[in-house]
């Protein structure tokens, strides 16, 4: 190593030395940029981190320059890092455009400057841009007009519909109108549409296709909401209760044709026929046809009728079946079989004959479905009755006004009672008792004052012969005797606060044929008539679920409010939650089971879990309901303590909860800034991390050598403030003259340097450098040479000096120039004076080109004697 690199690098490692003595704070690491490097870095590598203020000199690569244009900039390391942020940013030349007017000489831009450019008639730069933009990777998009796309009305055929307007031809992004025919739409269901000309022809394709407007239903209703339908649409509908098309089913669909819909929803009107019946059977009344609602009555004309003596006309068919007769005895039936969880009401027999009704009740907590009487029918018992579990309890005891319920304990299960008592001066009206059924009470007695209590009077009726005793009126709690015509027995009312219980009336009960078998329900088969009034809940197969009502009830005689057993659709995966996640079984076989399965069958529930700090308010689960997600629950975050406290710093609301969500802003004390985020939030129980309070004011100004400053010295400066130092004679400012106060500490360092003819290093020139290696110091009229490296031409004046500090005006090294064979081949040229495939020129050197054979100069073409200028040729084009 000779004695000049000894000096240089005992000066750097000295200067590094101080800077860590002086006690600096080491912010910048090693700088790492694209395309550029610092001057003598691997000299410079082992000082790094360095110290807020320190700069460098550094060069940028062939093709980028430093954001200042010039050739070589300073780095400096500041509080926001290494500054500027890009050191090197691209250069780009701009002299010629193909198909576009030129500029006559050459001019470049930096990454980020954008300039327009002028195409000849009928061309565009790409996308029908006219702005060209110098980039990282150089002009986007290039600097090459295109002719310009146009798309004519001729190229394209609109079946079914036709143009609205009369331009036949349209330039690249224009758009224009369609129309459809009458009977056809766009493939989004609208009579016109739109499209657009572009690079590859017309976009998007124009379509008019076949449709059906919505068909008009008759009885039937459709769960498809579409106002029109495409060719082939198929569209479901369903027949209302008691209605069937013409095929005789309930269900049907109609497809789009070209024609129109392939046949009309209509559905009529459901009737039964009677098929053939035992000619022993009387059969009143007697009708070709029977609508639904229609009920026919049976007897034998000899024999015993075995079956119901009535049966009904349904959308489903008549039910039940059809009784034949028996020409011989009947035989009578053993005692009637238990039923679990149930009951027999009354004392048992030994045996009982044929048409006997034996009655059953359930235990408490069991809901009775299916028939709740059975008939002894020629030896067999018809279907007994099941007692299901009914899950559902009652809420709280409702409370009764003047009165009070009897000691009881919850939970209350169906089948559960409580007594109620009125108070001394009051008289209970209705029953004592109220029952808990199916999750809900019974209807509440009433408690009416004793003195207030209203009388009854007779009703009048042509139907009653007799009343006993003969009065008018009759006290609260008395009896009345009375019998209607043509009978020989006396009924009877009591009087309960001006009503009669039960309402004395003559008019003969109306029954019910035997209930029916409704589809995908349990069998039911019962010859026993229902009075009306009465109700019977019946039980669905296995997989289908009973909609509402879950009841039938006998009423005119006739069966009304059938219930339906509806198929019961699974769910897909359950829904995922905020702040939680599906509680999985403990195995992991169960677990892998669990989350496989893409499909759950209606009825399956699962729990949720959630993330710590976080809770589920209400219920924890969802359930599959008919294919659909109950409501999830959601996750609530805990509820965080006091903010955390920080030294010198005060929140703005202090309390001792706060809810998950909720923020709150810190301040610090006067002189004091924050560093950090100053709101911080409270999120499941915890709060986010707090800031720091850290001094913003700066002390006195550190001392500078050489150096005065401007205005009065304070004891204290606040963050941002500036003070401007100036150098005293014979020395000069080198680099800024300011220093910063920020957040505490002093930022920049001013240097005077004496400046009494001495230079710095000779300055960095682009693609060159001197001959000799490079000093920190330089004394008067010593002077340094530069070289180009190879291919590059050096333009001035090759030797510089120092004096009065400064040194001489550097040279600049001009860029070569390389011929590529596939850019002569692309504009159909050759050199006309050389053979190589790859040429070297020198910026200023003449080239001249010519034609391939076969080929003559192109219309506004460059000329072919052309000058290699800084790198760039202007060449020229044959075609």
């Given at each position: 190593?000779?004695?000049?690199?000894?000096?240089?690098?005992?000066?750097?490692?000295?200067?590094?030395?101080?800077?860590?003595?002086?006690?600096?704070?080491?912010?910048?690491?090693?700088?790492?940029?694209?395309?550029?490097?610092?001057?003598?870095?691997?000299?410079?590598?082992?000082?790094?981190?360095?110290?807020?203020?320190?700069?460098?000199?550094?060069?940028?690569?062939?093709?980028?320059?430093?954001?200042?244009?010039?050739?070589?900039?300073?780095?400096?390391?500041?509080?926001?890092?290494?500054?500027?942020?890009?050191?090197?940013?691209?250069?780009?030349?701009?002299?010629?455009?193909?198909?576009?007017?030129?500029?006559?000489?050459?001019?470049?831009?930096?990454?980020?400057?954008?300039?327009?450019?002028?195409?000849?008639?009928?061309?565009?730069?790409?996308?029908?841009?006219?702005?060209?933009?110098?980039?990282?990777?150089?002009?986007?998009?290039?600097?090459?007009?295109?002719?310009?796309?146009?798309?004519?009305?001729?190229?394209?055929?609109?079946?079914?519909?036709?143009?609205?307007?009369?331009?036949?031809?349209?330039?690249?992004?224009?758009?224009?109108?369609?129309?459809?025919?009458?009977?056809?739409?766009?493939?989004?269901?609208?009579?016109?549409?739109?499209?657009?000309?572009?690079?590859?022809?017309?976009?998007?394709?124009?379509?008019?296709?076949?449709?059906?407007?919505?068909?008009?239903?008759?009885?039937?209703?459709?769960?498809?909401?579409?106002?029109?339908?495409?060719?082939?649409?198929?569209?479901?509908?369903?027949?209302?209760?008691?209605?069937?098309?013409?095929?005789?089913?309930?269900?049907?669909?109609?497809?789009?044709?070209?024609?129109?819909?392939?046949?009309?929803?209509?559905?009529?009107?459901?009737?039964?026929?009677?098929?053939?019946?035992?000619?022993?059977?009387?059969?009143?009344?007697?009708?070709?046809?029977?609508?639904?609602?229609?009920?026919?009555?049976?007897?034998?004309?000899?024999?015993?009728?075995?079956?119901?003596?009535?049966?009904?006309?349904?959308?489903?068919?008549?039910?039940?079946?059809?009784?034949?007769?028996?020409?011989?005895?009947?035989?009578?039936?053993?005692?009637?079989?238990?039923?679990?969880?149930?009951?027999?009401?009354?004392?048992?027999?030994?045996?009982?004959?044929?048409?006997?009704?034996?009655?059953?009740?359930?235990?408490?907590?069991?809901?009775?479905?299916?028939?709740?009487?059975?008939?002894?029918?020629?030896?067999?018992?018809?279907?007994?009755?099941?007692?299901?579990?009914?899950?559902?309890?009652?809420g709280d005891i409702p409370e009764l006004e003047h009165g009070s319920v009897k000691f009881s304990v919850p939970p209350y299960?169906?089948?559960?009672?409580?007594?109620?008592?009125?108070?001394?001066?009051?008289?209970?009206?209705?029953?004592?008792?109220?029952?808990?059924?199916?999750?809900?009470?019974?209807?509440?007695?009433?408690?009416?004052?004793?003195?207030?209590?209203?009388?009854?009077?007779?009703?009048?009726?042509?139907?009653?012969?007799?009343?006993?005793?003969?009065?008018?009126?009759?006290?609260?709690?008395?009896?009345?005797?009375?019998?209607?015509?043509?009978?020989?027995?006396?009924?009877?009312?009591?009087?309960?606060?001006?009503?009669?219980?039960?309402?004395?009336?003559?008019?003969?009960?109306?029954?019910?044929?035997?209930?029916?078998?409704?589809?995908?329900?349990?069998?039911?088969?019962?010859?026993?008539?229902?009075?009306?009034?009465?109700?019977?809940?019946?039980?669905?197969?296995?997989?289908?679920?009973?909609?509402?009502?879950?009841?039938?009830?006998?009423?005119?005689?006739?069966?009304?409010?059938?219930?339906?057993?509806?198929?019961?659709?699974?769910?897909?995966?359950?829904?995922?939650?905020?702040?939680?996640?599906?509680?999985?079984?403990?195995?992991?076989?169960?677990?892998?089971?669990?989350?496989?399965?893409?499909?759950?069958?209606?009825?399956?529930?699962?729990?949720?879990?959630?993330?710590?700090?976080?809770?589920?308010?209400?219920?924890?689960?969802?359930?599959?309901?008919?294919?659909?997600?109950?409501?999830?629950?959601?996750?609530?975050?805990?509820?965080?303590?006091?903010?955390?406290?920080?030294?010198?710093?005060?929140?703005?609301?202090?309390?001792?909860?706060?809810?998950?969500?909720?923020?709150?802003?810190?301040?610090?004390?006067?002189?004091?800034?924050?560093?950090?985020?100053?709101?911080?939030?409270?999120?499941?129980?915890?709060?986010?991390?707090?800031?720091?309070?850290?001094?913003?004011?700066?002390?006195?100004?550190?001392?500078?050598?050489?150096?005065?400053?401007?205005?009065?010295?304070?004891?204290?400066?606040?963050?941002?403030?500036?003070?401007?130092?100036?150098?005293?004679?014979?020395?000069?400012?080198?680099?800024?003259?300011?220093?910063?106060?920020?957040?505490?500490?002093?930022?920049?360092?001013?240097?005077?340097?004496?400046?009494?003819?001495?230079?710095?290093?000779?300055?960095?020139?682009?693609n060159g450098d001197i001959t000799s290696l490079s000093l920190p110091e330089y004394e008067p009229f010593s002077s340094v040479?530069?070289?180009?490296?190879?291919?590059?031409?050096?333009?001035?004046?090759?030797?510089?000096?120092?004096?009065?500090?400064?040194?001489?005006?550097?040279?600049?090294?001009?860029?070569?120039?390389?011929?590529?064979?596939?850019?002569?081949?692309?504009?159909?040229?050759?050199?006309?004076?050389?053979?190589?495939?790859?040429?070297?020129?020198?910026?200023?050197?003449?080239?001249?080109?010519?034609?391939?054979?076969?080929?003559?100069?192109?219309?506004?073409?460059?000329?072919?004697?052309?000058?290699?200028?800084?790198?760039?040729?202007?060449?020229?084009?044959?075609?």
């Amino acid at each position: 190593m000779g004695f000049c690199s000894m000096l240089l690098l005992s000066n750097i490692l000295l200067t590094a030395w101080l800077s860590t003595a002086k006690g600096e704070v080491k912010s910048c690491e090693f700088p790492q940029f694209k395309y550029g490097r610092l001057y003598y870095e691997e000299i410079l590598r082992p000082n790094f981190p360095v110290s807020i203020g320190n700069k460098y000199s550094y060069k940028c690569d062939n093709g980028f320059s430093p954001p200042s244009g010039i050739f070589w900039d300073y780095l400096r390391c500041t509080v926001q890092g290494w500054e500027p942020e890009v050191p090197c940013v691209r250069k780009c030349v701009f002299h010629y455009v193909e198909n576009g007017q030129s500029a006559y000489w050459e001019k470049i831009y930096v990454q980020g400057q954008s300039l327009k450019v002028q195409c000849y008639n009928g061309y565009s730069l790409q996308n029908g841009q006219d702005t060209m933009t110098c980039t990282e990777n150089g002009w986007s998009p290039p600097p090459k007009c295109i002719r310009i796309k146009t798309c004519s009305v001729s190229d394209i055929e609109i079946e079914n519909g036709f143009f609205s307007e009369s331009f036949r031809t349209y330039a690249l992004n224009r758009e224009t109108s369609y129309r459809c025919k009458q009977g056809y739409v766009t493939n989004t269901g609208e009579t016109s549409g739109s499209i657009t000309c572009l690079q590859n022809g017309w976009s998007p394709q124009p379509s008019c296709i076949k449709s059906c407007e919505r068909p008009v239903f008759e009885n039937s209703v459709t769960k498809n909401n579409s106002t029109w339908f495409k060719l082939n649409d198929k569209l479901d509908y369903e027949c209302l209760i008691g209605y069937e098309n013409e095929y005789k089913h309930t269900k049907g669909s109609i497809t789009c044709t070209y024609y129109g819909w392939s046949d009309t929803p209509s559905c009529y009107e459901i009737e039964c026929s009677v098929p053939i019946l035992d000619r022993k059977l009387v059969v009143s009344p007697r009708k070709e046809k029977y609508r639904v609602g229609d009920l026919l009555e049976f007897s034998c004309r000899s024999g015993h009728r075995v079956g119901p003596d009535s049966v009904q006309c349904y959308h489903f068919g008549w039910s039940p079946s059809f009784p034949t007769c028996k020409a011989g005895q009947v035989a009578s039936c053993a005692q009637p079989p238990e039923i679990p969880n149930g009951e027999i009401n009354g004392a048992k027999r030994v045996e009982y004959s044929h048409g006997e009704v034996v009655g059953y009740d359930c235990k408490p907590r069991f809901l009775l479905k299916g028939p709740n009487k059975i008939q002894c029918v020629d030896g067999m018992w018809t279907t007994l009755p099941v007692c299901v579990e009914e899950e559902r309890t009652c809420g709280d005891i409702p409370e009764l006004e003047h009165g009070s319920v009897k000691f009881s304990v919850p939970p209350y299960h169906h089948g559960d009672s409580v007594e109620f008592t009125c108070a001394e001066t009051f008289t209970m009206i209705g029953l004592g008792s109220v029952f808990c059924l199916s999750g809900k009470w019974t209807q509440l007695p009433k408690c009416v004052a004793t003195d207030q209590l209203e009388k009854c009077r007779v009703l009048k009726s042509t139907d009653i012969e007799a009343i006993k005793p003969k009065r008018k009126e009759f006290q609260h709690n008395s009896t009345m005797y009375y019998k209607c015509r043509d009978k020989q027995e006396y009924e009877h009312s009591i009087c309960i606060n001006g009503k009669w219980n039960p309402e004395p009336n003559c008019i003969r009960k109306i029954s019910c044929p035997p209930p029916p078998q409704i589809p995908n329900t349990q069998v039911i088969e019962t010859t026993v008539k229902y009075l009306d009034g009465e109700k019977l809940s019946v039980l669905c197969q296995d997989n289908y679920l009973t909609q509402d009502p879950e009841e039938m009830m006998c009423k005119d005689g006739r069966w009304q409010s059938l219930p339906h057993c509806i198929e019961k659709i699974p769910c897909s995966q359950p829904p995922t939650i905020e702040h939680g996640s599906i509680k999985l079984p403990r195995t992991s076989e169960k677990r892998r089971k669990s989350i496989e399965f893409s499909s759950h069958e209606h009825g399956t529930t699962f729990s949720y879990v959630c993330d710590d700090g976080f809770r589920i308010p209400e219920e924890n689960g969802v359930a599959c309901y008919m294919g659909k997600w109950s409501t999830p629950p959601r996750c609530v975050g805990l509820p965080c303590g006091p903010p955390p406290s920080i030294p010198l710093g005060t929140v703005s609301l202090e309390l001792e909860s706060y809810q998950h969500g909720e923020e709150v802003t810190y301040h610090c004390s006067t002189g004091f800034g924050i560093d950090g985020p100053a709101l911080i939030k409270c999120e499941g129980g915890k709060w986010s991390d707090p800031p720091k309070c850290i001094k913003t004011d700066c002390d006195i100004l550190p001392t500078i050598e050489n150096a005065i400053i401007r205005g009065k010295n304070k004891k204290s400066y606040r963050t941002g403030e500036q003070v401007t130092v100036r150098c005293q004679s014979p020395y000069q400012m080198n680099g800024s003259d300011t220093v910063t106060c920020i957040n505490g500490r002093w930022i920049g360092k001013p240097v005077c340097k004496d400046s009494r003819g001495k230079c710095g290093p000779p300055p960095p020139i682009d693609n060159g450098d001197i001959t000799s290696l490079s000093l920190p110091e330089y004394e008067p009229f010593s002077s340094v040479d530069y070289q180009c490296q190879k291919y590059y031409l050096l333009k001035g004046k090759k030797t510089i000096t120092c004096r009065n500090g400064k040194w001489s005006e550097p040279p600049t090294c001009l860029h070569a120039c390389i011929i590529p064979e596939n850019i002569m081949e692309a504009r159909k040229i050759i050199l006309k004076w050389r053979h190589t495939k790859n040429i070297y020129s020198h910026s200023g050197e003449d080239i001249e080109f010519e034609c391939k054979y076969g080929y003559h100069k192109a219309r506004g073409s460059p000329p072919f004697r052309t000058k290699c200028i800084s790198g760039t040729i202007n060449y020229p084009i044959c075609e």
